[in-house]
């Protein structure tokens, strides 16, 4: 807010897909927009059709919202209509990051909106001067979160599921396993299938991609 920024959106997205976003309950979303306004551009869809969620996935750095102006003839009809949205509810002007991601499952951003009343162009002159500060700062949010431990709010992994999809991820073999862990192989193919329950995903190689992308497996205990 000292900045002049005063709402914030941050999204990540953990399990997307060339066509996809991915599933909504892998989305962390943190904000302090206004509930009626999150309400219906994340439950309704919204999302998935602004523009400056268009720009994060093909770019990474910093972006004007004078993009949206500039590109208004090359928006799709659901775009404009998010564009409608956010100017009913005030939202004209902002800046948006896109952080760099080291895989192309994972995309994160953060949309920066000044009060109600400043236009785009007073927005661009305070990136100018203070611009660089304000991405350092964003990026050091960003990787704080990414080592945050996994959501206690959804089924966790219990202490054998985890181990169990560590030793895959090692390349061994459920009869493998089955010796380490001093279990018969009927055992870990049970804790492998419960992991991919919890994990909601079909195969043990997707469970352990998205275990490792959560930060449950694979991690340094306290």
Known sequence: AGYGFTRLLYGMASSRSRTSLG???D???????????????INEGLYLHAPMVRWATENSGACSWSWIRDNAEHLTAKEQEVVAFNVKHGFTAGVSISFAEPGARGLAAIGLTPD????QDEVDRIWAKTGR?????????????LNLPY???????????????EWVGEGKTTQDIGIIMG???ATVE???RLAR???DVETTAQAVLKASMQNQIFRIEA
């Open 23 to 25: 599933a909504r309950d």
């Open 27 to 41: 989305f962390l979303l943190l904000t302090n927009f206004p509930g009626t306004y999150m309400d219906t551009f």
């Open 116 to 119: 109600p009343g400043v236009d």
């Open 133 to 145: 500060e304000i991405i350092a700062m964003n990026n050091v949010l960003h990787l704080k979160i």
């Open 151 to 165: 959501p206690s709010t959804r089924k966790p992994l219990t202490n054998r599921q985890r181990e169990a999809l």
């Open 183 to 185: 279990l018969t192989p």
């Open 190 to 192: 049970k804790h492998l």
């Open 197 to 199: 329950e919890a994990l």
